[in-house]
């Protein structure tokens, strides 16, 4: 069975650091690609960061680059993101998805998603 689950979330002032993980089982590890969305209240879902396995390339939305930073564990299983700088606009529950094709900011093509974590920033 193939399970994804997300932690490290939790209520953080602006300007402060968080660092997700995402664990990942069920699946071999090296041909998947795992990607980070973010849902905020009342918008749709968005991808913000993606790591292939089978190259090791990182891939950011522009929203977000420049602080956040994807990285993986193969020996964990585990998809970290380290937020930085963290701005109220931030605030959403973030979800970690793989997919066996590509890194996509499409989220309807992941086939397997986590059951999220809430990220809430402080003014």
């Known amino acids: 069975e193939v399970q994804l689950v997300e932690s490290g979330g939790g209520l953080v002032q602006a300007g402060g650091s968080l660092r997700l993980s995402c664990a990942v089982s069920g699946f071999t590890f090296d041909n998947y690609f795992v990607s980070w969305f973010r849902q905020a209240p009342g918008k749709e879902r968005e991808g913000v960061s993606c790591i292939s396995h089978r190259d090791g390339n990182t891939y950011y939305s522009d929203s977000v680059k420049g602080r956040f930073t994807i990285s993986s564990d193969n020996a964990k299983n585990t998809v970290y993101l380290k937020i930085d700088s963290l701005e109220p606009e931030d605030t959403a529950v973030y979800y970690c998805?793989?997919?066996?094709?590509?890194?996509?900011?499409?989220?309807?093509?992941?086939?397997?998603w986590g059951q999220g974590t809430q990220v809430t920033v402080s003014s």
């Open positions: 998805a793989a997919d066996g094709i590509s890194c996509t900011w499409y989220a309807s093509l992941y086939d397997y």
